[in-house]
Structures are given as C-alpha cells and as structure tokens.
C-alpha cells in the first residue's frame, strides 16, 4: 500500500472511537511511575526505583545494579544494551547511565541518605569499548545533614517531549536557570534563541535525522528496538514504544513488521523523518551540553548534568528533546558532526555531549521502564 493511502487509514482510525482504545499503553509498562520504591524498605531499592525513571538513548536503559555487597550499589552498562550503529563508542549509553547515576544520588538525598560516589572504580574502559567492570560504584549512608536537591520535585514529571512546540521563545531568565542546573565538572550548557542561529541549527538537525534515517544500519537499529503494539511493549518495555491507533493499524495492514520496519524507504522510517522535520521547524530555542574533553568521565558528568536539565525544564514547564544525530560518531554523519561543531564553535579535546530543542508544549505521557527486578542484582 502506498504510504498516502496508508496515512488516510490512519486518520480514518483516529477518528474512529470504537478503535480508540485499540494498542493502548499497557499498564504494567508504565507501573514504575507509580509511587516509585513506596513498597522498599532497603534505601538503594528505594532510590534504584526512581533512578530507572532516568532517560536513555532509544530508551534501551543500559545499566545494571548489583546490590549483592551491603550498603553499596554497583553500577553496570547492560552489555545486552548497546547500539553499536549509532553509537560506537558507547558515549551516548553512558550519557544515560551518568543520568541514571544522578538520579539515584538525588533520590537517596530525598531519604537522608548520602551517595559516596566513586566514578570508573576498577579503572578506565578502553578506548572505544566498554565493559563488565563498574561505570561508579555508590555507597549509601544515613546522614541527617544531607540536603535533599530542590530539582528532584520534578522527577515524575520529566519527559522527552518530541511534539512540534508553540512559537513561545524561552526568556533568558528561564535559560539561566537551565545552565545553572547543568553545572557539573567540565560541563557547560549553551543555548541560542537568535532567530539566525536557531533557523541554521535547525538545518542541521534535519540534514541529521536524513542522514540517520536512511542510513541502512542506523535505521535498522531503531526498527531492532521498536516495540509495536501493546503486548510487545508489555513483554519488553524499554525501546521505542509504538502504541496507540496508528500502531494497531499499522499491524493490521503489515506496514510494521520487523522487514517493512527496517526498510529505510518504508512508512515508519518516512513518518519518523516527516514527524522530525516538523518538531525542528517548530523550536523557538535550541542548547547543548559541551564538555571540556570526551573521557568516560566527561560522558557519565554530561549525563549527570542532562538529568539536571532535564528535571529543570520540567520544573519550569519548558519542553525538551535531544536530537542526537549530529553528534553521533558513524562514518556517514562525519561531515555533519564537523559543521555542527563549528556552528556552536566547539573544538577538540571539547565536544558537544548532547544537543535539545527546547520550547513550550502539553507534557506527554511517561514512556515505559522495565520494573526494578530487571535492572537489580540480589
Ligand atoms: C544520550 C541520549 C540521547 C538521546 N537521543 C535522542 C534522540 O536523538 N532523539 C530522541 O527523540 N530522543 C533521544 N533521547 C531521549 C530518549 O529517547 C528518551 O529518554 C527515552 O525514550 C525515554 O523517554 P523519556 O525521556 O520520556 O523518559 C536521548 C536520550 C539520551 C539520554
């Protein structure tokens, strides 16, 4: 069928009520938003169930925690978990663990607890690699004068937003704010809302999501994790969710098998280009996270400062979504990555570690976790 066709379907479906609760969002997927850890007595289980609420490159949630030695968290990346397409060296899935990691020392300080943490405790991955050894190992301990963090308020509320946004352009009071938030060693937020700047970062995002979206092995990559349906994202929730009308009918025209799902000329890789295209025409402002090297360290700090942002942006109301593309290290995204790098004028040993369009727009629904027995070791 041709994707017009397709499309009228679609639209057909979502005005059709008796089908609109058709692929629906399972429950069980977004249970861990839910009063998260409220049934826990052991304070790492209680901060480990808000840190899995943490945001993750293709929602893959690479991390493991090992609790099996009292008193201490032993992080992990999921080695299961990596996207070695889009993500060679692995940065982007320490970027989420570096959020994760954030999250869990925010939610042990909301319960008196403080987070001594130790980054890369066995010593440095190898260039390009990660590993079975810890990204950071934490210890947790009662201490009556730990501060709890005024941005963990905003943790049931964040979410990546990627919806076009209203022409509303972020005032520089606010913008403070996010940059305040982000601070954390070698990391700096940068945001633009010049009308000049904002229409040539935009240029380069889309220029980004064409050359990702057509790419044969990075398309094939978002197609591997994309869970169409309610039963699939209920059986597997993390990765891309596809669920709602569209979703269903999708399925029932085989538009959304796993082959139609790779094919870069096939409906879901043009929705997703489409969709991408008008959210960037529809950003009053853009910001990125440089750091000042591109060590493990830096990545796991950038995560731990995009988490900070992130619950910031919540805190203020403002929308956010990373558009990573140009950032990403495979070889047909080189030429872009330079352009990028010099547009925001950040040079080696300096990279920028994460790149968002921010604005304004109704918050979305929460996007599904795996429950805490899948991440933990006991
Ligand atoms: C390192 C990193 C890179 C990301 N890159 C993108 C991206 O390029 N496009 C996008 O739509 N979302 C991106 N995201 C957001 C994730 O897809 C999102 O966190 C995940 O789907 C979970 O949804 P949530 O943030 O609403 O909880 C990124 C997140 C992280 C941590």
């Not at 399972?26 to 409220?38: E, K, Q, Y």
């Not at 201490?72 to 993500?87: C, G, K, S, Y």
């Not at 529809?282 to 090297?293: H, Q, Y």
Request: proline share 7%.
């Amino acid at each position: 069928m041709k994707r017009r066709s397709f499309m009228r379907v679609l639209v057909a479906g979502g005005a059709t009520l008796a089908l609109s609760g058709c692929d629906t969002m399972p429950a069980s997927a977004i249970a861990p938003w839910v009063s998260p850890g409220a049934t826990e007595s052991d304070p790492r289980l209680r901060a480990l169930s808000w840190a899995l609420l943490a945001p993750s490159a293709h929602n893959l949630q690479s991390w493991v925690a090992d609790i099996r030695e009292p008193g201490l968290i032993r992080l992990t990346v999921d080695l299961q978990r990596l996207l070695p397409a889009t993500d060679p060296p692995h940065r982007q899935v320490l970027i989420g663990c570096g959020a994760f990691l954030e999250l869990l020392c925010q939610a042990a300080a909301q319960q008196g607890q403080r987070a001594d943490v130790t980054l890369l405790p066995e010593g440095e991955y190898a260039a390009g690699g990660v590993d079975a050894r810890p990204f950071a190992v934490v210890r947790l301990s009662a201490d009556p004068g730990v501060s709890p963090d005024p941005l963990f308020a905003a943790a049931p509320l964040r979410r990546t937003n990627r919806e076009p946004y209203g022409a509303q352009v972020p005032d520089a009071q606010v913008l403070a704010r996010l940059a305040g938030a982000a601070r954390r060693p070698g990391i700096t937020l940068h945001t633009s809302t010049d009308a000049a700047r904002v229409a040539r970062l935009r240029e380069l995002a889309i220029a980004g999501y064409r050359v990702e979206f057509s790419d044969p092995a990075a398309w094939g990559e978002s197609a591997e994790v994309m869970r169409v349906g309610a039963a699939a994202v209920a059986a597997e929730p993390s990765g891309i969710a596809l669920t709602g009308t569209m979703a269903w009918f999708g399925r029932q025209l085989g538009l959304l098998d796993a082959a139609a799902l790779r094919k870069t000329d096939g409906v879901a890789a043009r929705t997703a280009i489409d969709s991408s295209v008008k959210a960037a025409q529809n950003t009053p402002a853009w910001a990125w996270l440089s750091s000042a090297d591109n060590s493990r360290r830096s990545q796991i700090e950038a995560g731990r400062a995009y988490l900070r942002v992130d619950l910031a942006a919540a805190q203020l109301g403002l929308a956010i979504h990373p558009n990573s593309q140009v950032l990403q290290e495979f070889e047909a995204m080189r030429a872009l990555y330079d352009r990028f790098h010099a547009e925001v004028g950040v040079a080696q040993p300096g990279r920028v570690q994460m790149f968002v369009r921010l604005g304004y727009a109704a918050r979305p629904d929460p996007s599904p976790r795996r429950a805490l027995g899948q991440v933990v070791r006991v």
